[in-house]
């Protein structure tokens, strides 16, 4: 449509004015509410409980955790805590959207099977229930049933999308984030693990690196989205401070594929629609971004290690790569499994955006890329998650080289890299 509009009536709007815009009126008037106010008025506001347990610390041994309640195990990093979860603990109780638990299951049973993960489901419990309802659609009796019932909490469900507004994620990724920290303090504490992302960590009015730690520095990026994230990762401080919660904010970065099967989400998935178009193109715009790629089995493993590890206050792991890549670098290694794609000068590339096929990968990413590329990635601090990830003998490092040619294969065979096509420079 957003083309279509453009060729015949010469109009053009970008793909989150469209999203942002509840009618065509709307869109045509231009205004948008300021997402960043609304988010940092949201964040202003005290977080409200009834009765909230006494923390871990005052009240007798914190509870060993046998059951873990899980958000977001349909998803593509869902499925994996899912695997990991059951490997260590006796329950794991998914709050999921759907009709009823034995459909809940079936999907989960699907998800497992898609990612070729074995799954003792004799471990799961599906409850069906909403992030964005209030009190999750749960009744006084439920919500109190699971408030005993569960030892932990890991918060991985969101509304991931990148143009709708942040009035329209809010609900299920602040309001959702909200009520599991309620649940986490009713009746007895229950250890939180927050999954945020670290782009949170890079939108922040002074940052000159992705520090370990929760900041309230104003975010500067319109993205609603990330301002969900960046609202959850306040609450979950507060919480933290106000209550003496343990919590742990957890930032991946890139998650990519499988490292043993290349299994991935590759058809949603922004970081390979942006190389699937450059390929396209047999050009990739000259910038100082850098590539980094965070496994997902593996980010699963630390994810789980971490949670599992409560600690009193709050912890911050940073869980991107701690290598990357430089773009030449990257494409350099594409090259070398036969995928070819040339640099190019950013404003000449930018200019080929205009006339994208419809089946080119950035067709429908292209907005991101038209303004300025020329911010350089911050450094991210990991001394903390990596130290700790070294005591349970984790390491987050891969050979890049192995897992390229892995996931170039993977997504051939999947039919969404053409060998043939996309060697053509043009
Ligand atoms: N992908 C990345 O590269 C990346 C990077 C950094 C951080 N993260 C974070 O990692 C987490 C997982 O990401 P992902 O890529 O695995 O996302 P995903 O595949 O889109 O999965 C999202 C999950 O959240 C569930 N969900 C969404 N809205 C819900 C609602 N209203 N009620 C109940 N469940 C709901 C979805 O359930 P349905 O099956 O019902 O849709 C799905 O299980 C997210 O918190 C995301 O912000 C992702």
Not at 311 to 330: E, F
Not at 375 to 389: K, N, S, W, Y
Not at 401 to 422: K, N
Request: glycine share 8%; net charge negative.
């Amino acid at each position: 449509m957003q083309a279509q509009l453009r060729d015949s009536l010469g109009i053009d709007f970008p793909m989150a004015a469209f999203y942002r815009s509840p009618t065509i009126a709307t869109l045509a008037d231009g205004r948008h509410e300021d997402m960043i106010e609304r988010a940092l008025a949201d964040a202003a506001e005290p977080f409200t409980i009834e009765h909230a347990a006494p923390a871990l610390a005052d009240s007798a041994e914190a509870a060993p955790i046998r059951t873990m309640l899980l958000t977001g195990a349909s998803g593509f990093l869902g499925i994996y805590l899912l695997h990991a979860l059951c490997g260590r603990l006796d329950e794991v109780v998914c709050l999921q959207r759907c009709a009823s638990a034995a459909a809940g299951l079936a999907v989960l049973q699907d998800k497992a099977r898609e990612a070729g993960l074995a799954i003792d489901f004799s471990r799961v419990e599906v409850i069906p229930a909403d992030l964005a309802a209030p009190q999750l659609g749960f009744d006084t009796p439920r919500w109190r049933q699971l408030a005993a019932e569960v030892d932990a909490i890991l918060h991985c469900g969101a509304f991931v999308h990148h143009l709708h507004s942040y009035e329209e994620m809010k609900r299920a990724n602040v309001g959702g984030t909200e009520a599991l920290l309620r649940l986490a303090l009713t009746q007895r504490q229950k250890p939180f693990c927050f999954i945020s992302t670290l782009s949170v960590g890079e939108m922040l009015a002074g940052a000159v690196r992705i520090d370990e730690h929760v900041s309230n520095a104003r975010p500067l990026l319109d993205n609603g989205y990330l301002l969900t994230k960046w609202v959850g990762e306040q609450r979950v401080a507060e919480c933290a401070r106000r209550f003496g919660l343990p919590a742990v904010v957890a930032r991946p970065g890139n998650i990519t594929g499988d490292s043993r099967t290349g299994f991935s989400n590759f058809a949603h998935n922004h970081f390979w629609l942006f190389n699937k178009g450059c390929l396209q193109l047999g050009a990739y715009p000259e910038t100082a971004r850098e590539v980094e790629m965070m496994p997902v089995d593996l980010l699963a493993g630390a994810l789980t290690a971490v949670a599992l590890q409560p600690r009193t206050g709050i912890r911050t792991v940073n869980l991107n790569n701690p290598l990357a890549l430089t773009q030449r670098q990257w494409f350099a290694a594409l090259a070398a499994c036969g995928l070819r794609a040339d640099p190019q000068a950013v404003a000449s590339w930018q200019r080929r955006l205009a006339d994208l096929e419809p089946s080119n990968g950035l067709a429908l990413i292209r907005d991101f890329y038209t303004g300025d590329l020329s911010v350089a990635p911050l450094p991210v601090d990991q001394i903390g998650t990596l130290t700790e990830l070294a005591r349970h003998g984790m390491d987050l490092s891969v050979d890049y080289g192995a897992l390229i040619q892995l996931y170039v294969g993977y997504l051939r065979d999947a039919g969404f890299l053409d060998p043939v096509s996309e060697t053509v420079a043009s």
